[in-house]
């Protein structure tokens, strides 16, 4: 059974991947209205509430939509900041993988520049921080503490 179990995570963390990267977040019909973008007080990570722009407003709710219940919710501030809060389904192990895929995605959709991608647990606590360097094409990984 174990052997099921973790042939199922490696599918998923694969099918997730590939979902994330081979589409994008922006269709045709974007939204060029330049309503304002409301603070989320309540919220232990306290971030704008989809994005400070159309563009990340949409990365967010395609994320969220297309993860399947892996990802509760999502933010994109100053297009290069991605902020994630898993849900309980993602176990520790499949954490830096969900990132990588994430990473991918965003810089599909944000190109030629540093990225950063937060990860928060359900209860919305930080558990990694990823930064992607555009020159080196490297993501620097940092467990919160």
């Given at each position: 059974?174990?052997?099921?179990?973790?042939?199922?995570?490696?599918?998923?963390?694969?099918?997730?991947?590939?979902?994330?990267?081979?589409?994008?977040?922006?269709?045709?019909?974007?939204?060029?209205?330049?309503?304002?973008?409301?603070?989320?007080?309540?919220?232990?990570?306290?971030?704008?509430?989809?994005?400070?722009?159309?563009?990340?407003?949409?990365?967010?709710?395609?994320?969220?939509?297309?993860?399947?219940?892996?990802?509760?919710?999502?933010?994109?501030?100053?297009?290069?900041?991605?902020?994630?809060?898993?849900?309980?389904?993602?176990?520790?192990?499949?954490?830096?993988?969900?990132?990588?895929?994430?990473?991918?995605?965003?810089?599909?959709?944000?190109?030629?520049?540093?990225?950063?991608?937060?990860?928060?647990?359900?209860?919305?606590?930080?558990?990694?921080t990823a930064r992607y360097d555009n020159q080196s094409k490297q993501i620097d990984y940092?467990?919160?503490?």
């Amino acid at each position: 059974m174990n052997i099921f179990y973790q042939s199922q995570k490696t599918l998923l963390a694969i099918a997730l991947m590939l979902v994330l990267t081979l589409t994008t977040a922006c269709g045709s019909a974007s939204t060029q209205s330049a309503s304002p973008v409301k603070l989320n007080q309540s919220l232990g990570y306290t971030q704008l509430a989809k994005g400070s722009s159309a563009d990340g407003q949409d990365f967010s709710n395609w994320v969220i939509q297309t993860s399947k219940g892996l990802i509760k919710d999502a933010y994109v501030r100053d297009r290069n900041k991605l902020g994630v809060v898993i849900s309980p389904q993602v176990l520790p192990t499949d954490v830096k993988t969900l990132t990588q895929s994430l990473a991918q995605g965003f810089r599909h959709n944000f190109p030629n520049q540093d990225l950063t991608i937060l990860i928060y647990a359900p209860d919305k606590k930080l558990v990694l921080t990823a930064r992607y360097d555009n020159q080196s094409k490297q993501i620097d990984y940092q467990q919160a503490s």
